[in-house]
């Protein structure tokens, strides 16, 4: 077990049960990194009162229990009964050594369980904005690291793809030409698309032949399942998915064709929903319209608030088809834990849907359900990020811009490549920097969109992270060595050493935190912090120069192993790792 802090867990929890009793065997034992050694178990203080001991009594009893002489060089109880832990160096040594052996670098393989993740979730004939990148970021990220982790993970990419507005869409498509430049606008620019039908639409005459009319026909003929207009349906979803898959494909991002499981996907189940929530006494006619009314969900003036599930007019709306969702996902895909990447401002929709579903009988206890809240990119101003005009900024002009800018940083400072590698070396940077700055903070906070920030080789940025990798790859170019080829044993005689390889150490549990609570930024810290070590290490340790040859192969093993650590780590981010920077 290569965890120093598992490790020590598990022999303070050894040594409480023979101290206290085996009652007291599975008591947290409260690691944590100490400045005043490598960690500090603080269980005797939470422990005193309990045992109406004072806690360096305590302590005392837990040290004459403590075997740890195999893993700790010294051990010693500190202030009001810390126990400071000082792992010894050969024990370092030999773990991060066992790190070069293990494929997965530490991380642990998880009881599978089965995850639909929903992010991501555009609009069909809409462009995707900026408030489309954090989703898709943080979910994917998400979706890396659970399968890293074992799991079987399902993408769920909700797009919108039903609803009234399909209706003046098929009529705009009809009228300039399924084949014609504009239809094609819907794979490149489809705002252009919408608007222009959307402009038809709201200054269209009152006839029934006009625009207007025929389009809320349209819609009355999409629902009833009308051949040729599911037709011009689907090629309206055909020619968003061409869109989507540019964006997708320029982002980086593993979502396909496959995962599409749209608001269409569940038209044919939210009839049933219905009946079966009114069979059941969950939802009743109020207004005209059928209602669940749910315990604690009240608003002003403590009324109650309805999660409506059909319309007076007889629609649905998208508590229906989250409530489909759901039992679908439990029923067909087997669900174990139901992840929701998508804006905060949700919240209170899905725990309505969630507590609707559990009364129902549709989302068993078994399963856990969680909102991973996404929050707003601002501006420079403090406010949600918008074009002068006001509008949402668009993803790929964004995406675009952020390549842009990289590549005239990359041909300042690296005229001696070709135009191709310069290319692609701007590319990963670019699209990099704009995805770390969004994993680097807690999803569900606003960040400051800032790219000379992001594109940075300072500080916690994406650039940073790959310099940091690619430095290493230079090393060995410059020895005509292969990183591959690293194999020897580890010493951690020098402090930099030693810290570097400590970090190396928390990889495994960094990656399986990230996974539990569903926060990437948890792994963002994590490798800036390991670049700072590499630099440290760089600043007291020579490499190629070392003092001997031993020393030489055992710190070439050592920034190899960081290499692969940053660039696993860097991959479940979703982040590239260029070989030159």
Not at 21 to 40: H, K, L, N
């Amino acid at each position: 077990m290569a965890d120093p802090q598992e490790v020590l867990s598990r022999r303070v929890q050894s040594a409480l049960g023979a101290a206290f009793g085996p009652e007291y065997g599975d008591t947290d034992p409260v690691i944590r990194p100490s400045q005043f050694a490598d960690y500090q178990a603080n269980a005797a203080l939470a422990l005193a009162k309990r045992l109406g001991r004072k806690p360096r009594e305590v302590s005392a009893a837990i040290m004459e229990h403590l075997d740890v002489a195999d893993v700790c060089s010294a051990v010693e109880v500190s202030g009001p009964g810390f126990i400071n832990l000082t792992l010894r160096d050969d024990w370092i040594s030999g773990r991060t050594r066992e790190l070069l052996d293990d494929e997965r670098l530490g991380v642990p393989a998880q009881e599978r369980r089965t995850i639909p993740l929903d992010y991501s979730a555009p609009n069909v004939a809409k462009e995707m904005h900026v408030g489309h990148l954090r989703t898709t970021v943080v979910g994917d990220s998400l979706a890396r690291t659970l399968e890293f982790l074992g799991h079987h993970v399902i993408r769920q990419n909700h797009i919108g793809d039903w609803g009234t507005p399909f209706g003046m869409l098929i009529e705009h498509l009809l009228e300039v030409g399924e084949d014609s430049p504009e239809a094609g606008l819907l794979t490149t620019d489809p705002n252009a698309f919408y608007q222009a039908a959307r402009t038809k639409f709201d200054s269209s005459g009152p006839g029934p032949e006009e625009f207007a009319a025929r389009a809320r026909r349209r819609v009355v003929a999409l629902q009833g399942g009308d051949g040729e207009t599911l037709r011009l349906w689907n090629k309206l979803v055909g020619l968003s998915k061409v869109y989507f898959n540019k964006v997708y494909a320029k982002l980086g991002v593993t979502l396909t064709d496959d995962d599409l499981a749209g608001e269409s996907t569940y038209n044919d189940l939210l009839a049933d929903v219905c009946d079966e929530l009114e069979a059941k006494g969950i939802a009743e006619i109020s207004d005209g319209a059928l209602c669940v009314f749910l315990d604690g969900f009240t608003g002003r003036e403590g009324r109650p608030v309805p999660l409506i599930v059909r319309k007076s007019d007889g629609g649905y709306g998208y508590a229906t088809t989250d409530l489909a969702t759901v039992r679908y996902r439990v029923d067909d895909l087997k669900a174990d834990r139901i992840l929701y990447v998508v804006g905060a401002p949700q919240a209170m929709h899905f725990k309505m849907v969630w507590a609707a579903a559990r009364e129902a009988g549709w989302l068993p206890d078994s399963v856990e359900t969680t909102h991973v809240q996404i929050g707003n990119v601002l501006g420079a101003d403090g406010k949600i990020l918008r074009t002068r005009s006001g509008a949402p900024v668009r993803l790929m002009a964004l995406l675009d811009e952020a390549v842009e800018r990289a590549a005239a940083v990359v041909r300042e400072n690296r005229p001696d490549l070709g135009e191709e590698e310069q290319a692609e070396i701007a590319r990963q940077v670019g699209i990099g920097a704009v995805k770390y700055a969004d994993l680097s903070v807690a999803h569900d906070t606003e960040y400051t969109f800032d790219f000379d920030r992001m594109l940075a080789l300072t500080g916690n940025t994406g650039p940073y992270l790959q310099y940091a990798q690619a430095r290493i790859r230079s090393i060995f170019r410059k020895g005509g060595l292969s990183p591959e080829g690293a194999r020897a044993d580890i010493a951690v005689g020098h402090g930099a050493e030693r810290a570097l390889a400590l970090k190396l150490l928390e990889f495994g549990p960094v990656v399986a935190q990230v996974g539990d609570l569903l926060q990437p930024h948890r792994l963002s810290s994590y490798l800036f912090e390991l670049a700072q070590s590499l630099t440290a290490f760089y600043e007291h340790c020579p490499v190629l120069s070392a003092a001997t040859g031993a020393e030489r192969e055992s710190r070439l093993t050592l920034i190899a192993l960081a290499l692969r650590v940053l660039v696993q780590g860097l991959d479940l981010l979703g982040v590239e790792a260029p070989e030159h920077m």
